[in-house]
């Protein structure tokens, strides 16, 4: 790949009206990711390092999300969506003087990946001053059509609107993804294109037959249909959502993990997990999750913005909410949720438990059913349980408290303040015993009449 500073206009002025939506269509999310971030991503990994985005006014949403996933990216605004060609001249002042390679890119085809723009790269780089992403589909309705010669030269783009019959017959179509050699290029052919068309729009299509009229080179990249499937409407982004969890499925087992069933489990764009890490059936996984070598999540699991330690075991269904943190070899079992909270090397937190806000010391044992009281209604509260430290079950823990080393819990407490290491601390109430009672209320019920309403038992 070349050395040299190259350019990415992502196009993403359109309104994307199908997705019926509030929120402008290239801020959806794909496996935890905006569109948008999605095509920012594929572009830096193709090594283009100066990335410009085209919008629409008003789309400062759009414009702050781009600026906040890359300051030094350049925002354009189209003043009137009048086609893909003017989109393209909205961007000018990044290209006129630009001397690398131009890439225009789509802000709502999130599943180009890097090695794609790369092969369009190097293409360019061996000497075509023009190239063109294309796709084989046996349904190309919509789709800008490659016009070939008859040594299969790339002579044209036609678009479905302005068509022949012949033409519509043609299964090669255009992703609309292209690459100009260099800004000139670009700039050159972009002040000749027209509106001359059925739509009355700017095509960059267009592009390609100027270029061969000027006996410039246009070549054609070739990619799968799915690969640069455009997100226009929900049932798109769904079927794009399924290629990219199959995709990140993928390179975690190439990695080295097992997903016992990986259809059932959904990954986040920066999940990160380890090798020998085993995924059971029906896992969650939001963003900002790294789960380290050897940890096993068991079935029913739902995790996001979490870390989970070498041989750490979660599951099943556990909760980790963001800031839990599972040092090594760390247990948190089945309907726990933890929040904000470390826990500490070989704890265990195993059954029906709320622990937020709270570090737990090493090889502390958390007892069924143990609730951190960390909200008072105003204010959030820490706990904080030294290593080693044993806290019965069902007890409650009113924060701001802290448990010592080794100290004892007993089962039921309500702990409000702080236990010293190696103490016994309990708040439950001394248990009465009356001998015979029992019996005695047996004797006395089974004397009386049976009410009638009572019947059998
Ligand atoms: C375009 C291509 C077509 C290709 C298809 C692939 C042209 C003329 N046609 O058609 O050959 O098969 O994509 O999906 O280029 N946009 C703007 N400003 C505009 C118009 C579009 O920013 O004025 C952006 C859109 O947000 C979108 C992209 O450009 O990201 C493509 O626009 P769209 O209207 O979807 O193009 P198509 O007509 O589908
Ligand atoms: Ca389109």
Not at 162 to 176: F, I, K, P, V
Not at 206 to 219: N, P, Q
Request: a neutral charge; glycine letters at 12%.
């Amino acid at each position: 790949m070349t050395n040299n500073s190259a350019l990415a206009i992502i196009l993403a002025a359109g309104k994307g009206t199908r997705m019926k939506s509030e929120r402008p269509k290239v801020l959806h999310r794909l496996a935890g990711a905006t569109l948008l971030a999605h095509a920012l991503r594929a572009a830096k990994g193709a090594g283009l390092d100066r990335l410009a985005v085209v919008l629409s006014p008003g789309m400062d949403e759009v414009g702050a999300a781009a600026s906040a996933l890359d300051p030094a990216l350049e925002i354009f605004v189209q003043a009137e969506q009048l086609g893909t060609a003017d989109a393209v001249k909205a961007a000018r002042r990044a290209f006129e003087e630009f001397p690398g390679q131009v890439l225009i890119l789509y802000g709502d085809t999130p599943l180009l990946r890097a090695e794609t723009i790369g092969r369009v790269r190097a293409e360019l780089e061996a000497g075509a001053d023009l190239v063109v992403i294309g796709f084989e589909t046996e349904n190309p309705t919509g789709y800008g059509r490659l016009l070939l010669d008859d040594r299969g030269g790339l002579i044209g783009i036609r678009e479905e609107k302005d068509a022949s019959e012949e033409e519509r017959a043609l299964t090669l179509c255009n992703s609309g993804i292209m690459g100009f050699r260099s800004g000139k290029t670009l700039l050159n052919l972009l002040g000749r294109i027209g509106n001359d068309n059925a739509k009355k729009e700017f095509y960059l299509t267009d592009a390609v037959a100027l270029a061969r009229a000027d006996r410039l080179e246009a070549r054609i990249v070739q990619s799968s249909a799915a690969e640069v499937l455009g997100v226009n409407s929900r049932g798109e982004l769904a079927q794009a959502e399924a290629v990219m969890q199959q995709r990140l499925r993928d390179a975690v087992m190439a990695d080295g993990a097992t997903l016992v069933a990986p259809e059932t489990v959904f990954l986040s764009h920066d999940t990160r997990i380890g090798r020998d890490v085993v995924i059971e059936p029906h896992v969650v996984i939001g963003e900002r999750v790294v789960i380290e070598d050897g940890a096993t999540i068991k079935s029913f699991c739902y995790m996001q913005d979490s870390r989970i330690g070498q041989g750490a075991t979660v599951g099943p269904f556990a909760r980790l909410r963001p800031g839990a943190d599972l040092a090594k070899d760390a247990h948190v079992g089945n309907f726990v949720e933890i929040k904000q909270s470390e826990i500490g090397e070989g704890a265990k937190v195993n059954h029906l438990t709320y622990i937020g806000d709270t570090t737990v010391g090493p090889r502390a044992n958390i007892g069924a059913g143990t609730v951190t009281c960390n909200y008072d209604g105003f204010a959030k509260h820490r706990t904080e349980i030294g290593a080693g430290a044993f806290v019965g079950s069902n007890t409650s823990l009113v924060a701001p408290v802290k448990i010592g080393e080794g100290a004892y819990i007993g089962s039921g407490s309500v702990i409000s303040k702080d236990v010293a290491p190696d103490a016994l601390a309990l708040s439950r109430s001394p248990q009465e015993e009356r001998p015979g009672w029992a019996a005695k209320m047996r004797e006395r019920r089974s004397r009386k009449p049976k009410s009638s309403g009572n019947k059998g038992t």
